[in-house]
C-alpha cells in the first residue's frame, strides 16, 4: 500500500494526486498507447467509502468533467473512478437515508460504487480485490488494473506517537485492554493528557484516544472544539500537574470567584452533524445537537450548507473572501491545471 498508493492527509498529498491525474491523461494521450493502456491508466480506484473517500471521488468527477474533459474530449469516455468500500454501505456514519442517497447520487454521475469488498493487495498497475460475495460466476476475487489508486480507509499512526507508545509502559497497557494492541494513537485523560506523563504532555484530533471511553469520530469537528479546549487551559494557565487541573492563582483570575469552580471541567464533545460533498454541486448533511437529531438534507440544499459551512469556519475575515473568490473563480473559468 505504501509503494503504490497515494493518501489524502495534507495540501501536499492532494498536489501529489492531482500531478498523477494529470500525468495520467497526458500519457494516455500519446499515440502510442493501446486502448487497453489507455483505459487502464484513466482508472481511478479510491478505497474507502467513508466521508473523505466519497468527497474526494466527488470532486474527481468535477475535475476530469468539469475541467479535464475540455483538453482531452476523446479520453472523456474511457475515465473509470471506482469507490470500492469494505462495509455494505457508504458514509457509515450517516443514518440509512443519507447513505442511500449518497450511493445513488455518486452512480448518477457515473462513479462505480463497490461494497462489501476489501483490498488484499495493490501493484504497481493493478489491484487484488477479494469481495465478500459471489457474482456471475466469480469465485470473488479479482485483479483490477488501475492507473491511480487513492487510500483512504484510514492512515497509520505517526512515528512520535508509535515512539511514545514504546516510552510509556501505561500507554502500552492500556492500548492492550482497549484497542487491540494498536498503537496508532495516544491515550489521554478527560483533560487530553496523555496518560502516563506528568501532564505536560497533551494530545488531541486524530493521534488521540479517551481512556474507557468509545473513541470520537477522526474529524476535523472532533480536532476543533479539542483545539479550543486546549488553548483554554494553557490561556487560563491551569495546573495540568494536579489530577484535576486547578487554576494557578485565583487572584489573578477573577474566573474562579465569579464562577466558584477553580478545577477544569473535562473536556465534552457536542456533536453537531456531518456534511458530505458528491460532487455536481449534491451533497448529503446531517445535523444535530449532541444525540439529537435535528434535520437530514441533500443535493443543492446541502451543497450551500456545506459550502456555508466552509466559509463560516475560515479563520479570519481575508480567508472567506478569497475562498470565496477562489470558488467564483474556479466556477467560471475552470480550474488551474499549471503544476506547481
Avoid at 20 to 34: G, W
Amino acid at each position: 500500500v505504501d509503494a503504490n498508493c497515494l493518501f489524502l492527509k495534507n495540501i501536499e498529498d492532494a498536489r501529489r494526486i492531482r500531478k498523477q491525474v494529470t500525468q495520467n491523461f497526458e500519457a494516455a494521450d500519446l499515440p502510442v498507447k493501446t486502448d487497453e493502456e489507455r483505459r487502464r491508466l484513466l482508472t481511478f480506484l479510491v478505497v474507502g467509502g467513508g466521508p473523505t473517500g466519497c468527497e474526494f471521488c466527488g470532486e474527481l468527477s468535477d475535475f476530469v468533467k468539469n475541467d479535464l474533459r475540455r483538453f482531452y474530449p476523446r479520453l472523456a469516455p474511457l475515465v473509470r473512478i471506482i469507490l470500492l468500500h469494505r462495509g455494505k454501505q457508504v458514509l457509515p456514519s450517516f443514518s440509512g437515508n443519507l447513505q442511500t442517497a449518497a450511493r445513488e447520487t455518486l452512480e448518477n454521475q457515473g462513479i462505480e460504487v463497490m461494497t462489501s469488498a476489501s483490498v488484499s493487495q495493490v501493484d504497481a498497475e493493478q489491484v487484488h480485490i477479494q469481495k465478500a460475495w459471489l457474482r456471475r460466476g466469480m469465485d470473488g476475487k479479482m485483479a483490477l488494473p488501475c492507473g491511480l489508486t487513492v487510500w483512504a480507509a484510514g492512515q497509520i499512526g505517526q512515528d512520535l506517537v508509535r515512539e511514545m507508545h514504546q516510552a510509556i509502559p501505561e500507554q502500552q497497557e492500556l492500548a492492550q485492554s482497549e484497542a487491540k494492541g494498536s498503537d496508532r494513537q495516544l491515550f489521554v485523560d478527560k483533560w487530553l493528557r496523555a496518560c502516563g506523563t506528568d501532564g505536560s504532555v497533551l494530545a488531541l484530533g486524530d493521534c488521540a484516544r479517551m481512556e474507557h471511553e468509545e473513541p470520537l469520530p477522526e474529524t476535523a469537528q472532533v480536532a476543533a472544539q479539542q483545539g479550543a479546549f486546549v488553548a483554554r487551559l494553557l490561556n487560563r494557565q491551569y495546573d495540568l500537574t494536579q489530577p484535576v487541573p486547578v487554576l494557578e492563582s485565583s487572584e489573578k483570575f477573577d474566573l474562579a470567584h465569579i464562577t466558584k469552580r477553580p478545577e477544569a471541567s473535562p473536556f465534552r464533545f457536542l456533536d453537531l452533524g456531518r456534511l458530505a460533498y458528491l460532487g455536481q454541486s449534491q451533497a448529503v448533511a446531517e445535523l444535530g445537537l449532541g444525540s439529537t437529531p435535528v434535520s437530514e438534507t441533500k443535493g443543492l440544499a446541502a451543497f450551500v450548507l456545506w459550502r456555508s459551512v466552509y466559509i463560516v469556519k475560515q479563520v479570519s475575515f481575508r480567508n472567506r473572501v478569497l475562498v470565496l473568490f477562489d470558488w467564483i473563480k474556479s466556477r467560471l473559468f475552470g480550474r488551474d491545471l499549471t503544476r506547481f
